[in-house]
Structures are given as C-alpha cells and as structure tokens.
C-alpha cells in the first residue's frame, strides 16, 4: 500500500501534465511560433542566437495562453464534436477556475517577456494576437464565417511579432516591409488551410454550430473556388520578398513552387469535391509555411 502511492501519485501528475499539454496545443503552438522566429531572424543584421529562443518561449506561452482561452470558451461545444470531447475541460478532468489561472499566466507572462527582453511593441502586439484570437475570432466562429477572416488576422501576426522583436518598428525607412510582407504571405496562406481542415471536419462542426466554410453547404463547389482564389494569389506574392531585397532568387522560385502547388491541390479539390482531396490541401498546407519560410530564410540577403 505505501509503495502504491508514489506511483498513483506519479501517475496523476503525469496524467495531468499531459492536460496541461491538451490546453497548450503544442504541435500547433510550435507551428504558430516558428513563423515568429523566422520574422525574427529574417530581419536586417540578425542571427541565430539565445534572443531566438527567449523568443520562441515567450511566444509559445501566449500561443499556449490563446488555446487555453479558446478552450474554455468552447468547453461546451467541444463534448459535441468527437476530436475534442476528450479534452480536459469537456471530460470533466479540469475545472474552468484551473484553466483560467493557467491562461491568465501563460499569456501574460509570455506577452510581458517579449515586451521587456525586445521591446513594447512586440509585447503589445502579441497580446492583441490573444485578445483577437480569443475573444473576437473563437465566439464568431458560431456566427458567421467571416471568422475565418478574423482568425487570419492573428494567425499572420506571429512573422510580424518575430520582425518587430527584431528591429523595434513595424517599417521604417532603414529596417523596410520585410515584417509586412510575411505577414500578408501567411495571410492568404490561411484561408485555403482553415477551409480545408472545416471541410474535413464539417459533420463535428455542424454538430457544435460552428460556421467554418464559406458557404452553408459542403456540398457545393464553392469552398474549392475560394482556396483557388486564395492559394493562386501566393504564386504573384512570391516575388515580393525579392523585390524589397528581403530575400533572393532562389526564395522566390521556392516560394513560386510552392504556390504552384498550393494552388494545383486547390485546383483538384474544387473539381472532385471530396475528403481525399480536402486532406490534400491541408496537407499541402502544411508543406507550404515551413518550406517557405526556410527558403527565404536560407536566402536571405
């Protein structure tokens, strides 16, 4: 009996770090947060260095505070929808008192780091991401589908975050529109993303009342031509990083290529219409921020 309550006790706390790691998303926080190192390092005059990092762990708390809030908010929608209701919050494992404390102090520690170890502007614009993406974007997701359009606007600030962590403004004369430029790179990249993970997941969603696509009817055609629309403007976008000298050639036909693809998978998903094709485009999705972001970073001049 004494020997078991080590073990019980061992085996409560791991069961809770692991609720722990269910608020925070840390697969999807990690995605989110190296676009911010890669603003960051994509800056004139900046390297890899421990900045990079203190970045990086100032950034996953306010990602991880961001979830934990959008969590709590839709605690009820996500029993209804079977990839959530395990969840700690729906399952009945975590109270909304917890949860709260746990998002009050990741997110504002997170936003206070980046704002005192860089500078105020990079805190305050971190917080807004929060505030957006927790209080304006997750209660409009059972409203309308302009939430999409909303959570866009959060989901682009990270590069923007990472730049103005770097060189203090948004654009100036001497740092330019780098900053400017991935975010409105990761801006389009979003819609044909969020579009294809809504399609895949529409019964859970409808189940829930969520509003994701840009049409009430999954059966129509018109989610495929809205992710046409939006990946094929990427293919044009590429040549911007190269013509404010943020990046070189090589970049820039990557990031051709890679829209090309984008916009090939949009492409077959709008004609077939079906599951297959939808998984294609999230998954092209996720080949196409990372493949981009490197590019440029590893042609940066």
Known sequence: MVREEPIKAR???ISRLKDYNQLLKLNLSGMVVFSSVIGYLMAPGITVGWNAVILFIGGMLVTGGA??????LERDSDKLMKRTMNRPMPDGRMGTTEAWIFAIFTGISGALLLGLYFNPLAGILSFLSLLLYSFVYTPMKKIHPISV???AIPGSLPPLIGWVAATGTIYSASTGLGGIVLFAIQFFWQFPHFWAIAWVAYDDYAAA????????ERETRFTGLQ???YSIVL???AILPRAIGLSGTIGMLV?????MFYFISSIIFYFRNDHKSARRVMYSSFIYLPTVLLALLFDKL
Do not use: D, E
């Open 149 to 151: 359009f909303i959570g």
């Open 235 to 237: 293919v044009p976008m």
């Open 67 to 72: 979830n934990t809030i959008n969590q709590i």
């Open 209 to 216: 009342g969520m509003r994701m696509l840009p049409t009430r």
């Open 11 to 13: 085996w409560l706390m």
């Open 227 to 229: 992710c046409m629309f």
């Open 255 to 259: 990031c051709m290529a890679c829209g």
